[in-house]
Each structure stands twice: as structure tokens, then as C-alpha cells.
């Protein structure tokens, strides 16, 4: 089953209480995590673990777009104060962590510069603008975390 970002954007907010710039990247980073390994939401125990490295507005956003919890043991917050993801397939042992990008923020920042008539609240630009461009993957340690 998977889900609209407008969809998964309205799921986070209703439980967050209102729509901040950090859900948004939540749920690309989430989408973006579940399409690196070809899974889809919501994710089970049979399927994947997610490993957040920040909590609050950002872990809601992941939530949100992937389906997993603390409660079912799908998601781990490890706060490192760090705006990423690591997204395990538990079948086959691959995993990829999920960040943005380097420069997302410049490029953002860029965008807004050279389209003088974009003068919308921040977390609608960067909803509109942060595709999987914007993300950075790295290819996580070859030992399952869970097993290690």
C-alpha cells in the first residue's frame, strides 16, 4: 500500500498538531529509504527496521510515511541530533542510510533566490522542492544491527 506525500503529510501533522519543516523531511527520507531497498509501507517485523537518528518532528514525519513504531518494534530512536535514517531489510540484510544532501539546503536556498514569486510559508517550499535529489545514501555496514 503506499500513500501520497500529501497523504502521509496530513497523517504527521494531525498527530503532530501542526505541519513543520522537519516532518517534511521525515517523510521524503522515509519514502525515499523504503524505495532504496524496493519495500513498501507499512512496514512489519517480517519486513524492516528503521533506525532514526533524531527525535520529535523529524521521527513523526518517518513514521508517518513508513508505518513504523516503537510499539511494533519497527522503528529505534537513537538521538544523535542528526536529520537521518537507516532503513534495513530484514529478509535479505541490506540497509541504507538516509540523509539529506549536503548542499540540499544551498540548493533550497537557490530555488527560492531565483524564483522571486515563491513567497510561501518555508515548509510548503521545501515540500514542493526537496526531491531524491535531495537525499544522500550510503550503504550501511554489511552486518545486520540486529544481529551484531
Known amino acids: 500500500m503506499s500513500f501520497s506525500l500529501t497523504d502521509i503529510l496530513q497523517r504527521s501533522s494531525t498527530r503532530h498538531d501542526h505541519l513543520c519543516p522537519r516532518q517534511v523531511l521525515g517523510a521524503r527520507i522515509g519514502l525515499a529509504g523504503l524505495a ?12 524492516a527496521l528503521v533506525i532514526i537518528e533524531s527525535d520529535g518532528c523529524f521521527a ?3 513514521e508517518a510515511a513508513t508505518g513504523a ?14 536529520v537521518a535514517a537507516t532503513f534495513a531489510d530484514v529478509k535479505t540484510g541490506r540497509s541504507v542510510r538516509v540523509s539529506p544532501a549536503l548542499d540540499a539546503r544551498d540548493r533550497h536556498c537557490f530555488m527560492r533566490r531565483t ?15 526537496l526531491r531524491r535529489s535531495y537525499c544522500a545514501f550510503m550503504k550501511s555496514r554489511s552486518t545486520p544491527l540486529w544481529k551484531s
Open 60 to 62: 513523526d514525519g518517518v
Open 115 to 129: 524564483n522571486p514569486s515563491v513567497i510561501l510559508p518555508n515548509y510548503l517550499d521545501i515540500r514542493s522542492c
Open 69 to 82: 513504531t516503537v510499539g511494533h518494534r519497527t522503528l529505534h530512536v537513537n538521538d544523535f541530533g542528526k
Open 36 to 47: 532504496a531497498l524496493g519495500l513498501e509501507a507499512p512496514v512489519s517485523k517480517c519486513t
